[in-house]
């Protein structure tokens, strides 16, 4: 009987004990919501001065603290602590801010965040320099990125996408104004269509045109064919295709030049307007161009093929160097892009700012895409699990870098998007030609048609 009355009384705790354990590792988000935040804001707040302390983060008080702590009691002068703000719980973390003493820096906190994170219990402390004195810190309750749900307030607005989230639980954008040329490299199955799927598909709801290199045959970028102004699925046509690009670039620089009331003669290099200051009517549609597999317009099988190959490389260098002034943004995926796809790539790779390094088979690779940022990212990018696709090291305008992923999305809704959205595709008359065939959509399956309505009385 004792035996069974212990048991009950162990039982219930237990359940709680493994109900929470299960809830922590199932739904971290509804976890962190219920239990983990409670827990760590009273952790934060009980804990705040002694952790700080051992942190090496407080300062000798004020000679008029310590005169008034005197006088008021009899404790002894303890050393103080940052001041701190109010405590902001999100559904992902909370955020505190936190005025420096004199002579610190947002460094030090830095420095710690590892030392806070295990005293508060959570998943990650990031620390966000807010304005001269004032930081915040950033704490995160859980791996945000093992389930990825984007926030739900995320700045938008033209060529700018949130195409994944930060490792620090904000948006990623994808900011084509900001960074205009992007490489985007990772071993296969790493993440990468998934990557441009969401640009794609961003993108497709703003008066953008997209144009699309897919020389794996079009497999990965035709099903996006109803909103794409131009797609080659070959060499041949990609050939065709960037000369194109770079007439319609040299136009748009005439256009430039004759609102600016300079001679058409002028070399392009000393223009500094671009397209973003011509009036709205006149201004052309900015133009995306997607390059999947860009090692395929490199390699070459024949001789008589590398002149056609050079030529393509040349007309890559030159959209990468004087694409942004004229609204024409580049969007390189690879597996690798180092010297030995030849003449032209290290000089391509050097115009290609923006750099996503998902998971790569060798360090040589992360290097080509992170080496002359970070060692840090390096390595980072280097231990990115296989059961993580989507994942990435992102090299940041700053020089920092960051862990990002993507969300699910799935390809039919990506070209269901697209679908709905083609009619969106701005008029680039020189882009014309290249405009891939849509195959029109299947009707709906007899079965849904033929659904009986009820007829109303
Ligand atoms: N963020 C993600 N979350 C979940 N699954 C993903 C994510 N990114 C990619 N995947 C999955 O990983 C696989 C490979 O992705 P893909 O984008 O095709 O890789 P790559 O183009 O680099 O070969 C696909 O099955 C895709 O569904
Ligand atoms: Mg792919």
Same mark, same amino acid.
């Given at each position: 009987?004792?035996?069974?009355?212990? @048991? *009950?009384? @162990?039982?219930?705790?237990?359940?709680?004990?493994?109900?929470? =354990?299960?809830?922590?590792?199932?739904?971290?988000?509804?976890?962190?919501?219920?239990?983990?935040?409670? &827990?760590? %804001? #009273?952790? &934060?707040?009980?804990?705040?001065?002694?952790?700080?302390?051992?942190?090496?983060?407080?300062?000798?008080?004020?000679?008029?603290?310590?005169?008034?702590?005197?006088?008021?009691?009899?404790?002894?002068?303890?050393?103080?602590?940052?001041?701190?703000?109010?405590?902001?719980?999100? $559904?992902?973390?909370?955020?505190?801010?936190?005025?420096?003493?004199?002579?610190?820096?947002?460094?030090?906190?830095?420095?710690? !965040?590892?030392?806070? +994170?295990?005293?508060?219990?959570?998943?990650?402390?990031?620390?966000?320099?807010?304005?001269?004195?004032? %930081?915040?810190?950033?704490?995160?309750?859980?791996?945000?990125?093992?389930?990825?749900?984007?926030?739900?307030?995320?700045?938008?607005?033209?060529?700018?996408?949130?195409?994944?989230?930060?490792?620090? *639980?904000? !948006?990623? %954008?994808?900011?084509?104004?900001?960074? /205009?040329?992007?490489?985007?490299?990772?071993?296969?199955? $790493?993440?990468?269509?998934?990557?441009?799927?969401?640009?794609?598909?961003?993108?497709?709801?703003?008066?953008?045109?997209?144009?699309?290199?897919?020389?794996?045959?079009?497999?990965?970028?035709?099903?996006?064919?109803?909103?794409?102004?131009?797609?080659?699925?070959?060499?041949?046509?990609?050939?065709?295709?960037?000369?194109?690009?770079?007439?319609?670039?040299?136009?748009?620089?005439?256009?430039?030049?004759?609102?600016?009331?300079?001679? /058409?003669?002028?070399?392009?290099?000393?223009?500094?307007?671009?397209?973003?200051?011509?009036?709205?009517?006149?201004?052309?549609?900015?133009?995306?161009?997607?390059?999947?597999?860009?090692?395929?317009?490199?390699?070459? =099988?024949?001789?008589?093929?590398?002149?056609?190959?050079?030529?393509?490389?040349?007309?890559?260098?030159?959209?990468?160097?004087?694409?942004?002034?004229?609204?024409?943004?580049?969007?390189?995926?690879?597996?690798?892009?180092?010297?030995? &796809?030849?003449?032209? =790539?290290?000089?391509?790779?050097?115009?290609?700012?923006?750099?996503?390094?998902?998971?790569?088979?060798?360090?040589? $690779?992360?290097?080509?895409?992170?080496?002359?940022?970070?060692?840090?990212?390096?390595?980072?990018?280097?231990?990115? #699990?296989?059961?993580?696709?989507?994942?990435?090291?992102?090299?940041?305008?700053?020089?920092?870098?960051?862990?990002? +992923?993507?969300?699910?999305?799935?390809?039919?809704?990506?070209?269901?998007?697209?679908?709905?959205?083609?009619?969106?595709?701005?008029?680039?008359? *020189?882009?014309?030609?290249?405009?891939?065939?849509?195959?029109?959509? /299947?009707?709906?399956?007899?079965?849904? !048609?033929? %659904?009986?309505?009820?007829?109303?009385?």
């Amino acid at each position: 009987m004792t035996d069974l009355v212990t @048991l *009950a009384e @162990l039982g219930g705790p237990l359940a709680v004990i493994g109900g929470a =354990a299960y809830a922590r590792h199932a739904h971290p988000a509804a976890y962190w919501s219920t239990v983990g935040l409670p &827990l760590s %804001v #009273a952790r &934060l707040l009980a804990s705040y001065s002694s952790t700080m302390d051992a942190c090496g983060l407080t300062v000798e008080p004020s000679r008029w603290r310590a005169l008034a702590v005197r006088a008021t009691t009899r404790r002894e002068v303890r050393p103080v602590p940052p001041r701190r703000g109010m405590i902001r719980p999100t $559904s992902t973390g909370l955020r505190v801010r936190l005025r420096l003493a004199p002579g610190q820096e947002p460094a030090d906190v830095a420095a710690s !965040a590892e030392r806070l +994170r295990h005293a508060w219990g959570v998943h990650a402390v990031y620390v966000r320099d807010v304005k001269p004195g004032v %930081v915040e810190l950033r704490l995160v309750g859980y791996d945000v990125l093992r389930k990825v749900r984007m926030p739900r307030r995320i700045d938008r607005g033209l060529l700018r996408v949130p195409v994944a989230l930060r490792e620090d *639980a904000t !948006a990623f %954008v994808r900011d084509y104004r900001a960074v /205009p040329h992007e490489l985007v490299l990772g071993a296969t199955l $790493s993440g990468k269509s998934m990557y441009l799927r969401h640009l794609i598909s961003g993108l497709a709801a703003q008066p953008v045109a997209l144009a699309g290199i897919d020389c794996k045959r079009g497999v990965e970028l035709a099903p996006f064919a109803s909103r794409l102004s131009a797609l080659a699925t070959e060499p041949d046509e990609a050939a065709e295709l960037l000369p194109v690009l770079v007439k319609e670039m040299e136009d748009r620089y005439d256009l430039i030049k004759a609102r600016q009331g300079i001679a /058409p003669g002028t070399p392009e290099e000393e223009i500094t307007s671009d397209v973003w200051g011509l009036p709205e009517s006149e201004r052309p549609a900015p133009i995306v161009l997607f390059v999947d597999e860009v090692a395929e317009l490199f390699l070459v =099988a024949t001789r008589k093929d590398e002149e056609r190959r050079d030529e393509m490389v040349t007309h890559l260098i030159r959209l990468a160097q004087l694409g942004r002034a004229a609204g024409i943004y580049l969007e390189v995926c690879g597996q690798r892009f180092g010297a030995e &796809l030849g003449k032209g =790539a290290t000089m391509l790779r050097a115009q290609l700012t923006g750099r996503v390094c998902h998971r790569v088979n060798d360090e040589a $690779s992360a290097k080509m895409a992170l080496g002359d940022i970070a060692p840090e990212a390096v390595d980072a990018a280097c231990s990115i #699990a296989p059961e993580l696709p989507g994942l990435a090291v992102v090299g940041d305008t700053s020089g920092g870098w960051s862990r990002i +992923r993507t969300p699910y999305l799935s390809l039919a809704d990506a070209a269901a998007t697209c679908r709905e959205s083609a009619h969106l595709a701005p008029d680039v008359p *020189a882009l014309a030609p290249f405009r891939p065939y849509v195959p029109p959509v /299947p009707a709906v399956a007899s079965g849904t !048609a033929t %659904v009986p309505c009820p007829v109303t009385e």
